[in-house]
Every structure is written in structure tokens, then in C-alpha cells.
């Protein structure tokens, strides 16, 4: 069966931007053209009409959590690989704190063996830097590797010792495996359940300050240098932070950095009555961490967006503030929220699908470009159709977002992987 | 006017209008604790639970007394002798008053903002008895009318609050609640236990006590936790009390009528000195007989007040 998407703005960020037609065979791209002649036997090819609309490499989000093992009332990979679907997303990394634990093999395996069978996004496993997460003993990168793994990760909790991050660096390097550090220093951040400053003051809640954050980003890019090997910051939300990365690229030590679309779009007076859909760790920020944050998005020292997609159910959101758990659900509105920074000129459509797309498979060592041979690994968006967030409608179990009811512009209309259609508003 | 406020839950939601008319039936209810039968039937019929989910016997006791000068039936529920301690959650608790139609639901509780979660899940009137860090309004409003009393206005007033301001719920509720009525609020501590951008509550800040109390009309001194010294928030009381405690001496540097505020229970000899503790200038009793008034005050107006408790 032959596809071909006919008449959309196709954009590849440096090599392709133009009203062109790509055809697809046996889930590969075979044709990229201006004009594709397929001749006329209309029944042996799927005619995508995706005038009007933008057509890029697929998008990935480098930083969700699916629950699966162990919480599967939250999330699943199957519902998670939907609801990435529906947001336009072509492939996932999946956080290791699961319980147990991804870190092993066994569970690297049937995390992905859950994925091939949901109809959903791919999923590349992160796999845990240290056993159990615990911080103490490095898990076997040869076999997590072999088993699928694409990365390594404690997020969730940092690597305190930094004997042991330096070793994780060292050792990855071997087999070629990134480290994705969640940056934060446990003393510092101590009982702060949000971002210490004029509102957790007023609202008496204990803060978290930002240099709990970027103390440990610098102690990771000084590990990194030390080491010469890759390091990748999750979800940075401090504009300290943003500084020592951006020094940090200056300097030419290789490190790459993401943020996620809450701490773009909110500040922590989102926090406001306690609404415990604003809490997370990170915890949202000061607006001046917020425009610090833009500026790093816009410079490139913040290379990717991720949401940091963190279900929880409603039992372990609908209770005292301190009590609830940390995160947000974000594969449904990312897209949307990034679309917003175009719309206001901060980012162009442009350095938006690198964020989203093909900077986070340059990280992780994925090829997605639309290319002659590739996988077809396609999202098909509109920029600018205004709807409005209704969580009741979204494929993920959990229901935690700040952003229901919100009226948003543009969004994914279509998903395809290897050529397989995942979601479809098009049609 | 009208009291609309379904619940009290800080400071910061309270006008100066709502303030001011809190302060002026509180006067009027003070005068039912002095009579020889201490009891109007005001709210006669009226159900007032006190949920308390952290042990407290000043506050707790304070609204059990007022609830029955005005004969509301009031029921005690603590965290250790209820299904809090089984797993029900806030919001179940909630519920299940609800369905026993209680009318005022007084919240204690270790969370800050849970008053805030109780009041969104119940219809039920909930006034905050204090939560977590964050507000205890019924004691900053037994604050000022004492200062009232005492002084005939809160208008321009030197109030110094000396201490723990990070983890007192107290002095965040007095901060709010003394500047918004046009007094000058002046913060003294260890730069460890004043929290950030307090400022903007409508306070300044010294970490000299000297300079706090100097032309003060009043100084409320809040209690110290020796437990805080274990999150690096000072090394000992004996330094404590001699840098930052009030003394007879240190007391020279106030205004010749200061008041000295206490909100209990106090560690004489650590924040205060036993003799200014109880010494000429000392109205902490003063605060604890407002207590009573301001808490009738505040079950009378949220349950409608004139407009729906039976008048006698």
C-alpha cells in the first residue's frame, strides 16, 4: 500500500521547508517532490490532503513516565502510547521509576514489547543509572543497552554521590549510552513543596530555592567535562540553571539541556489556592525564571522540550498540598503550548519542531528526517486552529493538568509511525 | 453591612470593612462573658464541629466556649480518636459532616491551605483555627481588638513581631491583617527564620531586635521551637534568648505605653524574660479573654448573623 501526503508546508528544519508531496511504501518514505505524479489508478494509494497544514518528522518526547509496572491505574504504555499519539508524538522515552524499577533488562524488554503491541508512539526505555534508583550500585548498561535501552536516567531522584555520577558517565561511555541527569540537591531542597519566593511566603508552604536545582547542574557539567562524555539536563526550570548551561555550551563541554511547556507557560502563581495540578519537581517558577527559560529556548541553550509527562490519579492529587504528589500530565497539550510561543514570536515554527523533534533525536542518537529510506515517522499539524483543553476527552488515564478548559491555537491532526497511522483528525 | 464570607480562611481574603465589623461585634460579645449566666441562645440549633487534626488547647477550648456562650451544639473531633488515622482522606471527612449537616466547621490542621480544600468540599461555614504555616485569622483578629482596646484605634501603630516569622502562622496573619488596617509592621529574627520576599506581605525586616522594639507600641514575641534547631535555624536558646530575646532592658527602648503579645504557650526565659512576661506591659491574659469574643464573633457572622440567627 502506497501514501501520499499531498500539498502540505513540509518542514525539516534545515534541509526542507516548501508546499511538497512525500510518498510512502511498505511504512518507508520513498518520494519527497514538489509535485508527485502516482498516476491514476486512485485505488493502490491512501491520498493524505494536508494542504493548509505543516508536515514534519515525527515528534518525540524525551521525558515521560507511563507507570507501567506497577502503577498502571495512572498510566499504562498502552494508554501512554496513545494519548503521545494524540499528541502528535511519534516516539517517547519512558522514565525508569517504574516499580520495580526498569533497571533491568527484563523490564527494558517488556516495556517495549507493551509499546509494538499498543497502536501508539514507539518507546525508547530510559533505563535507571543505579540499581532500585537507590544511588549505590550501578545497574549493567551492556545488557540494558542490548535489551533496548536508549538512555540512563535516576529521575525521579538525583545521584547524590557524585563518585558514583562521575563512574555512571565514565562507564555509559562505553556503550555509547547518554546520561540524563534530574538535577537536584536533596538538603537544598529539603520539605519545599514549591518555588521559595513571595508566594510560598504568603501561602506559608516551604520553598524549594532555585539553586537547589542549578547547584546540581553545575556539579554535573563539571562531572561531564571531567569525564568528556555526553550529559543531558531533564526539565531545567531555574534561570541559574539556564546560565551555567549556556557557559557550560560556551566552554565546549557536551551537554544539552531540556524544559517542559509548564515552566514556559507558568509561573508559581498558578499555585494560587493551593491547586495541587500546579505542583511538581521542579516546582514552577519566579517570571523571571520563566523569561530566563524563553531566552534559553530562543538562544538554543535549551535544546528540546519535554514534558515531563507525570499521571497520577485523582486519590493522590485531590489532598493537602504537601501531601500531593509531584507532576502533570503533558503529551496532549505540548504541542498547543509550543505553538503559543510561535504565535508570540519567541520561537519560530521552525526552531519549535527542533525542540520538539529532530534536536531531541539528535540527542539520543535517532535518525526521524524526512528522508528517502527512513521510517515514515510523520506528524501532520495545524498551526493556528483554535479548540479548547477538555481533559475529559484525552487518551491518558490521569487527569492532572493545569490546562483543562484553557482555549489553545493549533495541534496535531495527524501521527504516523512507519508509516502507520496512529491518530487521525484528517480524514 | 453584610457579612458575606461563607468561610474564614486568612487574612488576606478579609477586607478592612470586614476586619473592622468582625472587631465591633466581638466588643459586643465580650460583654456575654462577664455576665453572671454566661449564655445567650443565639444559635440555638446550630451545629459546630471543632476538627482538629493537630493537638491544640488554648484554641480549641477558646471556640468550644464561645460555640456554647451562644448555645450552638458544638462536637469535638481530634485526628488521634478519628477515622483521620484510618485513611480517610480530607475531602471523605468533608463529606461525611456534611451529611450530618453540620453548620460551622472550625479546622485546626498540620497542612498549610487545608481550610481552603475542607471549605471548596463542604457547604458548611469553615472558619481556619490555624493551618500549617500559613493563617490562624481568629488569633490575629483577638490580636488587634486587644491592641484596639488597649490603644483605641489600630491606625498608626509601631507593631514589632520578634521571632520565627518563617514557621509562624501567627505573625503571617498579623502582618496581613495590622498593615491592612494602617499600622506599620516591623519584623525582627535571625535572618534564618525570616522567609523570603516577606516584604511583600506589607512588613519591613531588621535582624536587630534593638531597632524592632525601639518606639514600639507593641511587641508580640513568638514562640521558639527547640526543634528547630536540628534544621540549622539556630544553634542553642541560650543564644537565642540573649540575642534575640525581650528583657526588662532590652523593654527601655519601646515606647513608655507598649503592650507586649504573646500567642502562647510561652517559653519564659527563652523568647521572653519571666519578668516581662508577666510584667506591667503584659497583655497576653487580655488576648486570651478576646479570644473568646472574637471566636463568638466569627461563629455568629458566618452563620448569617442578624440576618438568620434567632435574635433575643
Known amino acids: ?427 | 453591612m453584610q457579612f458575606a464570607k461563607k468561610d474564614i480562611l486568612d487574612m488576606g481574603s478579609l477586607s478592612r470593612e470586614e476586619i473592622t465589623l468582625i472587631l465591633d461585634m466581638a466588643d459586643r460579645m465580650k460583654e456575654i462573658s462577664e455576665r453572671p449566666v454566661k449564655k445567650v441562645p443565639t444559635l440555638r440549633g446550630k451545629t459546630v464541629v471543632l476538627l482538629f487534626h493537630e493537638p491544640s488547647t488554648r484554641t480549641r477550648s477558646s471556640f468550644d466556649i464561645a460555640a456554647k456562650r451562644l448555645s450552638a451544639d458544638s462536637i469535638s473531633i481530634s485526628a488521634s480518636s478519628s477515622s483521620l488515622v484510618k485513611g480517610e482522606t480530607l475531602i471523605d471527612t468533608a463529606r461525611n459532616l456534611e451529611a450530618m449537616h453540620a453548620d460551622v466547621i472550625v479546622m485546626r490542621h498540620s497542612s498549610s491551605g487545608a481550610p481552603h480544600m475542607l471549605a471548596r468540599a463542604t457547604k458548611a461555614a469553615v472558619i481556619n483555627a490555624g493551618d500549617g504555616t500559613h493563617a490562624h485569622p481568629s488569633q490575629a483578629l483577638l490580636d488587634m481588638m486587644t491592641v484596639r482596646q488597649n490603644k483605641g484605634t489600630l491606625g498608626r501603630l509601631r507593631i514589632a513581631i520578634i521571632g520565627d516569622i518563617a514557621h509562624s502562622r501567627v505573625a503571617r496573619s498579623n502582618i496581613e491583617g495590622f498593615s491592612k488596617m494602617g499600622s506599620e509592621v516591623i519584623l525582627a529574627g535571625p535572618p534564618t527564620m525570616i522567609p523570603k520576599e516577606v516584604e511583600t506581605l506589607g512588613a519591613s525586616v531588621t535582624y536587630d531586635v534593638d531597632e524592632a522594639i525601639h518606639g514600639a507600641d507593641v511587641v508580640m514575641m513568638l514562640r521558639i521551637q527547640k526543634e528547630r534547631q536540628r534544621d540549622f535555624l539556630f544553634p542553642s536558646e541560650r543564644e537565642y534568648a540573649k540575642v534575640y530575646g525581650l528583657t526588662e532592658k532590652r523593654l527601655r527602648k519601646a515606647r513608655e505605653d507598649v503592650l507586649i503579645m504573646h500567642p502562647g504557650p510561652v517559653n519564659r526565659g527563652v523568647e521572653i524574660s519571666p519578668a516581662v512576661a508577666d510584667g506591667p506591659y503584659s497583655i497576653i491574659l487580655d488576648q486570651v479573654t478576646s479570644g473568646v469574643a472574637v471566636r463568638m464573633a466569627l461563629l455568629y457572622l458566618v452563620l448569617g448573623g442578624a440576618k438568620n440567627a434567632g435574635k433575643n
Open chain 1, 1 to 427: 500500500m502506497r501514501v501520499k501526503i499531498s500539498g502540505g508546508r513540509v518542514i525539516d528544519p534545515g534541509t526542507l521547508d516548501g508546499v511538497m508531496d512525500i510518498l510512502l511504501e511498505d511504512g518507508k518514505i520513498t518520494d519527497i517532490a514538489e509535485k508527485i505524479e502516482t498516476g491514476d489508478v486512485e485505488g493502490d494509494i491512501r491520498v493524505i490532503d494536508a494542504s493548509g497544514k505543516i508536515v514534519t518528522p515525527g515528534l518525540i518526547d524525551m521525558h515521560v513516565h507511563f507507570r507501567d509496572p506497577g502503577h498502571e491505574y495512572k498510566e499504562t504504555v498502552r494508554t501512554g502510547c496513545l494519548a503521545a499519539a494524540h499528541g502528535g508524538f511519534t516516539g517517547v522515552c519512558t522514565m525508569p521509576n517504574t516499580d520495580p524499577v526498569n533497571d533491568n533488562r527484563q523490564i527494558t524488554e517488556y516495556i517495549i514489547r507493551e509499546a509494538r503491541i499498543a497502536n501508539g508512539a514507539r518507546v525508547w526505555p530510559v533505563a535507571a543509572i543505579s540499581k532500585g534508583l537507590q544511588g549505590k550500585q550501578l545497574c549493567e548498561y551492556g545488557d540494558l543497552r542490548d535489551g533496548g535501552a536508549i538512555a540512563l536516567s535516576d529521575d525521579g531522584n538525583p545521584v547524590s554521590d557524585s563518585q558514583m555520577m562521575r563512574r555512571a558517565l565514565e562507564y555509559a561511555k562505553g556503550f555509547g549510552l547518554l546520561i540524563i541527569s534530574h538535577a537536584e540537591d536533596l538538603s537544598l531542597a529539603g520539605s519545599g513543596v514549591m518555588n521559595e519566593g513571595a508566594v510560598a511566603t504568603r501561602m506559608g508552604l516551604p520553598g524549594i530555592p532555585n539553586v537547589a536545582e542549578s547547584i546540581a547542574i553545575m556539579r554535573d557539567i563539571a562531572l561531564a567535562e571531567l569525564t568528556d562524555a555526553p550529559i543531558h539536563i531533564a526539565h531545567v526550570s531555574t534561570r541559574e540553571s539556564v546560565h551555567a548551561i549556556r557557559d557550560a555550551k560556551k566552554r565546549g563541554i557536551r551537554v544539552t539541556a531540556e524544559t517542559a511547556p509548564h515552566y514556559f507557560t507558568l509561573t508559581d502563581e498558578a499555585v494560587e489556592a493551593y491547586n495541587t495540578n500546579a505542583k511538581m519537581n521542579p516546582p514552577l517558577r519566579s517570571h523571571h525564571d520563566r523569561e530566563a527559560i524563553l531566552e534559553g529556548l530562543a538562544d538554543g541553550t535549551l535544546d528540546a522540550i519535554a514534558t515531563d509527562h507525570a499521571p497520577h490519579a485523582i486519590i493522590e492529587k485531590e489532598v493537602e498540598f504537601d501531601h500531593a504528589a509531584n507532576g502533570i500530565i503533558g503529551l496532549e497539550t505540548s504541542l498547543p503550548l509550543g505553538l503559543k510561543l510561535v504565535e508570540k514570536g519567541i520561537l519560530s515554527l521552525t526552531a519549535l519542531i527542533e525542540k520538539m523533534s529532530v534536536n531531541p533525536a539528535r540527542i539520543l542518537g535517532i535518525d526521524n528526517r524526512l528522508k528517502v529510506g527512513n521510517p515514515a515517522d510523520i506528524t501532520i499539524m495545524t498551526p493556528d486552529q483554535p479548540h479548547i483543553v477538555k481533559v475529559a476527552d484525552f487518551q491518558s488515564i490521569s487527569r492532572n493538568t493545569p490546562f483543562d478548559a484553557w482555549s489553545l491555537k493549533g495541534k496535531a491532526l495527524l501521527t504516523m509511525v512507519g508509516g502507520n497511522i496512529i491518530f487521525d483528525e484528517i480524514s
